[in-house]
């Protein structure tokens, strides 16, 4: 992909990754302290979803 959008669309996949540690570290944290399970898990299946969608864009 050339133009504009071509360094958007390379740096989507890091921008995605980066985010799913985020949502492994904050759901890990909920479960843990025992906040709020029903988050925590939501999130951790979030970052398996981003984990997929970066895998299935770079193959």
Same mark, same amino acid.
């Given at each position: *992909?050339? !133009? $504009?959008?071509?360094?958007?669309?390379?740096?989507?996949?890091? @921008? +995605? *990754?980066? !985010? $799913?540690?985020?949502?492994?570290?904050?759901?890990?944290?909920? @479960? +843990?302290?025992?906040?709020?399970?029903?988050?925590?898990?939501?999130?951790?299946?979030?970052?398996?979803?981003?984990?997929?969608?970066?895998?299935?864009?770079?193959?």
């Amino acid at each position: *992909m050339n !133009g $504009a959008l071509g360094g958007i669309a390379s740096a989507a996949p890091a @921008i +995605a *990754m980066l !985010g $799913a540690f985020a949502c492994l570290i904050g759901g890990g944290v909920l @479960i +843990a302290k025992k906040r709020d399970r029903k988050r925590g898990v939501l999130m951790l299946v979030m970052a398996v979803v981003l984990v997929v969608n970066v895998a299935i864009w770079t193959l």
